[in-house]
């Protein structure tokens, strides 16, 4: 697992040990940045269920401003930390040890994008969805990582899914303010 643009790219990433943490896929996290490549730069980032971090140190490496990596796991935690020292981006990361609907429940924090990856088969995503929403600005993007065929809600708060791609074993989709097009270019 590498950062594949930016400042940090070429840096391998550690990747917590077991089967509690499945990192995104090469293809998956290429695909995804491709979604949001002139969103990135100058932008505040959410990295829900972090796990390693390595999609918020991917947008960190592209310019994003700021990002937040929530995970309940302090091996995750650890190994978020170890993964910024390592790229050198540490002074625009924060890492909270939290549950992600404790972290969103008191957060006064207003993100332009958000990664939400949670453990696949838990039913986590429909609840959570509409307070991710709620935190968002106004030209935020919600992309969320599932197992393909997961079905999630067609709205959240003011944000609606506007796509959704299949990528191996992996869905991606993505939700953005009801009155904003897909700013995928063609």
Same mark, same amino acid.
Not at 111 to 136: N, R, T
């Given at each position: 697992?590498?950062?594949? /643009?930016? /400042? *940090?790219?070429?840096?391998?990433?550690? *990747?917590?040990?077991?089967?509690?943490?499945?990192?995104?896929?090469?293809?998956?996290?290429?695909?995804? !940045?491709? +979604? +949001? @490549?002139?969103?990135?730069?100058?932008?505040?980032?959410?990295?829900?269920?972090?796990?390693?971090?390595?999609?918020?140190?991917?947008?960190?490496?592209?310019?994003?401003?700021?990002?937040?990596?929530?995970?309940?796991?302090?091996?995750?935690?650890?190994?978020?930390?170890?993964?910024? $020292?390592?790229?050198?981006?540490?002074?625009?990361?924060?890492?909270?040890?939290?549950?992600? &609907? &404790?972290?969103? *429940?008191? /957060? %006064?924090?207003?993100?332009?994008?958000?990664?939400?990856?949670?453990?696949?088969?838990?039913? +986590?995503?429909?609840?959570? $969805?509409?307070?991710?929403?709620?935190?968002? &600005?106004?030209?935020?993007? +919600?992309?969320?990582? /599932?197992?393909?065929?997961?079905?999630?809600?067609?709205? *959240?708060?003011? !944000?609606?899914?506007? %796509?959704?791609?299949?990528?191996?074993?992996?869905?991606?989709?993505?939700?953005?303010?009801?009155?904003?097009?897909?700013? @995928?270019?063609?």
């Amino acid at each position: 697992m590498k950062v594949t /643009t930016g /400042t *940090a790219r070429g840096r391998n990433l550690a *990747a917590p040990q077991g089967l509690s943490t499945r990192p995104t896929s090469d293809m998956l996290k290429q695909a995804l !940045f491709n +979604i +949001i @490549q002139f969103e990135v730069e100058g932008s505040t980032v959410l990295d829900l269920f972090a796990g390693s971090g390595q999609l918020g140190i991917e947008a960190l490496s592209r310019g994003a401003k700021q990002a937040v990596f929530v995970d309940k796991s302090r091996e995750a935690q650890e190994i978020i930390r170890q993964n910024l $020292l390592h790229t050198g981006l540490q002074a625009s990361a924060q890492v909270v040890a939290m549950e992600a &609907s &404790s972290f969103l *429940a008191g /957060t %006064k924090l207003q993100f332009d994008l958000a990664f939400l990856d949670p453990p696949y088969q838990q039913d +986590i995503l429909p609840s959570l $969805l509409p307070v991710v929403a709620g935190k968002m &600005s106004s030209f935020g993007v +919600i992309l969320c990582e /599932t197992e393909k065929g997961e079905l999630l809600p067609e709205t *959240a708060g003011d !944000f609606e899914k506007k %796509k959704e791609y299949r990528y191996g074993k992996s869905q991606l989709t993505v939700y953005r303010k009801k009155d904003e097009p897909d700013q @995928q270019p063609e």
